[in-house]
């Protein structure tokens, strides 16, 4: 289940005073992508895309976290009820499906850590966990960033960026475009 867009658009707003920063623009700017990628994409939909994006970083309205991010918006997703808004919390960190790629510190209790593995153990991505994951790479605060450039940022703030997750973000960059016929930034920055 998913809030409509304009609960979630809420739902971001309110997190937004909780914890102000970067994050939200970022946000914005995913659901952007994501909705104008998904409406080039036959069996996508466009507003699912756009919440979907909005909400992927919704666990930053409990603090400044890194791994507990992932964990504090899934369990707040959950206890809405909003279950697939709550595995895109979830998906967007891991597009390996596992931990190991994650890039930056491990600040989970371990009971967050076990409800993050336990998880990602039980989930099977689908097109709308790639497409965020993907908008997750291009989104800056500002607008949409080259994806390398955005990568090699990441690797610049937290010192390393694995080499299997930089290779799997340039696949999904290629997955959405061949999907699409067209360039991913030709779709996104207008």
């Known amino acids: 289940m998913l809030p409509t867009r304009k609960e979630a658009e809420r ?12 994050w939200g623009n970022h946000s914005r ?10 409406q080039e994409c036959d069996g996508l939909d466009p507003e699912k895309a756009y919440i979907l994006g909005l909400l992927h970083d919704i666990g930053r309205k409990f603090g400044v976290r890194h791994l507990g991010h992932v964990s504090d918006g899934y369990s707040y997703m959950m206890s809405m009820g909003y279950d697939e808004a709550a595995k895109i919390c979830l998906t967007h960190s891991f597009n390996s499906g596992t931990i190991d790629g994650y890039i930056g510190k491990f600040d989970t209790t371990l009971e967050e850590l076990k409800v993050i593995e336990d998880a990602l153990e039980t989930v099977t991505m689908d097109e709308y ?28 703030r937290y010192g390393s960026y694995p080499q299997e997750k930089w290779d799997n973000n340039l696949k999904l960059k290629k997955h959405f475009e061949d999907m699409m016929g067209k360039d991913i930034y030709a779709v996104t920055r207008n």
């Not at 966990?129 to 610049?156: F, T």
């Open 29 to 38: 700017v995913a659901a952007h992508c994501a909705e104008k990628i998904a």
């Open 129 to 156: 966990d790639k497409l965020i994951q993907l908008c997750d790479s291009i989104a800056g605060s500002e607008g949409v960033l080259d994806i390398e450039e955005r990568m090699g940022d990441v690797r610049n």
């Open 11 to 22: 739902l971001l707003a309110e997190a937004e005073k909780c914890n102000p920063g970067p």
